[in-house]
């Protein structure tokens, strides 16, 4: 999906996320060894002659830039924050040097046990996946090489460093690897190395299995047809929605249910958009994820219906936002957005789930008054006027 991403070195450095690939072509000498033709008169601030952020520095020069190499904890391009420093996942010294074409940085580590790099990652993945964060770690800037780690800021640094042999590794779970792309094992369970890295803004591989725009070369704003759609998921049945769903943080794998009375739940914390008789709202078939009170606060609470008339579903739903902004002209945080398919829609207040959601081509109802979405974005027409379908949250922009 296109999301816009914030290319600041820093954040994009500290949060260990947001990072793009694209296929490549050539084989040069595997990831960490010395390039003949390649100098190390970019080697400096404490980095030693020969040593391995210097080999490291040669190699990536193959396929992009890198000069100004330092090693010194002080130098203003080094990031803080989450970023492995040395004695940690077993990294044994840093290092960042410039590109020169856009100057952007790239950062380095040598670990000195490449499992042991893995394995820290991963864990500091599901811990913010854990940690309410369930989209972490799906725009993965992680890129491993033999003996080294490189970590670009920008998605066009790792568009040229993938052309190598170095590859993106990503733990979280949910993070696609669309067809044409390479997947190979990672040295953890549980996470992946592959030459296609998925960019928030979309300038990242091409994934030929997204939906893409019907008006070629109409001078439309990116993500916005003119006219249909780019495509939105469907599923025949409550069934195949819970499956279609199963790896968003949704709660629907381990607590799902179709009863009328559990379905019906609601909370101060968790309020569904249809209420009352499911029908009216043109809902064929209605189920529950997550955890009603039972005598407790109710925990994670969404809800998955099949839509026999969708018209009839967004035009009750644009009642419903127009009634919630008539308060204070916002949605309240505990109110569900309602995402649709073609034959399906979700409704959750979760925003890690949503953000997964679009990945998956759901798009949210928006009939907030003279709403509009950012180029890279989706925006495309809803089945009632006055409301748009988007994957675009201005309270929640992708970071």
């Known amino acids: 999906m296109r999301i816009q991403r914030i290319l600041a070195t820093t954040a994009a450095l500290a949060c260990l996320a947001a990072l793009p690939a694209c296929e490549g072509e050539g084989h040069p000498a595997p990831p960490g060894a010395p390039a003949p033709s390649a100098s190390a008169s970019g080697a400096a601030g404490g980095a030693a002659a020969g040593g391995p952020l210097v080999r490291a520095q040669q190699y990536i020069r193959q396929w992009a830039g890198c000069e100004d190499l330092s090693a010194k904890a002080e130098d203003p391009r080094m990031p803080h924050g989450d970023f492995p420093k040395a004695g940690q996942w077993s990294v044994t010294e840093t290092g960042v040097c410039s590109t020169t074409a856009d100057k952007s940085d790239i950062v380095i580590a040598v670990p000195k046990d490449m499992k042991e790099f893995q394995a820290g990652y991963k864990k500091y993945v599901m811990d913010r996946i854990s940690g309410g964060e369930g989209a972490y770690g799906l725009f993965s800037n992680v890129l491993v090489g033999k003996d080294f780690v490189a970590f670009p800021t920008l998605p066009k640094t790792s568009m040229a460093l993938v052309r190598s042999e170095m590859r993106v590794l990503t733990c979280n779970p949910t993070a696609p690897v669309p067809k044409g792309y390479q997947r190979e094992k990672a040295l953890v369970e549980g996470c992946g190395l592959s030459d296609f890295v998925a960019a928030e803004d979309g300038s990242g591989s091409p994934n030929l299995e997204t939906p893409q725009n ?186």
């Not at 195949?240 to 968003?248: C, D």
């Not at 529950?288 to 026999?308: E, F, I, M, N």
């Not at 949503?354 to 990945?359: A, G, I, K």
């Open 214 to 399: 019907p008006s070629e070369g109409g001078g439309e704003k990116a993500g916005q047809p003119a006219t249909g759609s780019l495509g939105l998921p469907r599923a025949g049945s409550i069934a195949e929605l819970r499956t279609l769903v199963n790896n968003s943080p949704l709660a629907c794998k381990e607590h799902f249910s179709t009863d009328p009375e559990a379905v019906a739940v609601e909370s101060i914390d968790f309020q569904p958009v249809v209420k009352g008789n499911a029908l009216d709202w043109g809902v064929t078939g209605r189920a529950l994820c997550g955890q009603p009170a039972d005598g407790q606060r109710a925990r994670s609470l969404s809800w998955l219906d099949t839509v026999g008339d969708m018209r009839r579903l967004q035009t009750k739903a644009k009642a419903a936002q127009q009634a919630d902004l008539k308060d204070d002209g916002q949605l309240r945080a505990t109110a569900s957005r309602l995402l649709v398919g073609e034959n399906v829609a979700v409704e959750t207040n979760s925003v890690s789930a949503r953000f997964v959601l679009y990945q998956m081509q759901f798009l949210s109802l928006n009939c907030v008054p003279g709403f509009s979405a950012p180029s890279g974005y989706r925006l495309e027409k809803a089945q009632v006027d006055g409301c748009v379908l988007t994957n675009y949250e201005p309270e929640h922009p992708v970071r």
